[in-house]
Nanobody
Framework: QVQLVESGGGLVQPGGSLRLSCAAS????????MGWSRQGPGKQRELVVL????????NYADSVEGRFTITRDNAKNTVYMQMNSLKSVDTSVYYC?????????WGQGTQVTVSS
């Protein structure tokens, strides 16, 4: 079955950095777009970034453009998101996602808290 397992979240001060990872299994990873979404306290889940199957193209939300970078390693079935210049508004649960078999699949999420 499809599994997405996120890691790398934590507490960081404003201006700091974190790198999230998502290990995928149960599908042919290199054939699918991957994405990161987030859901802040009291907010709806929002798409942060998408990357194409080859990693050759990305699409970022305006709120993270220039600060976050998505990469993928198809040999390791893993997608990463480097988050720099973090702000308090970035505090959210971050989810890895992929649309496989006509359905969007989600990981369990990893908490990122930006606070001094």
């Amino acid at each position: 079955q499809v599994q997405l397992v996120e890691s790398g979240g934590g507490l960081v001060q404003p201006g700091g950095s974190l790198r999230l990872s998502c290990a995928a299994s149960g599908f042919t990873f290199s054939n699918y777009y991957m994405g990161w979404s987030r859901q802040g306290p009291g907010k709806q889940r929002e798409l942060v970034v998408l990357v194409t199957a080859t990693g050759g193209s990305t699409n970022y939300a305006d709120s993270v453009e220039g600060r976050f970078t998505i990469t993928r390693d198809n040999a390791k079935n893993t997608v990463y998101m480097q988050m720099n210049s973090l702000k308090s508004v970035d505090t959210s649960v971050y989810y890895c996602n992929a649309r496989v078999g006509g359905a969007t699949r989600w990981g369990q999420g990893t908490q990122v808290t930006v606070s001094s």
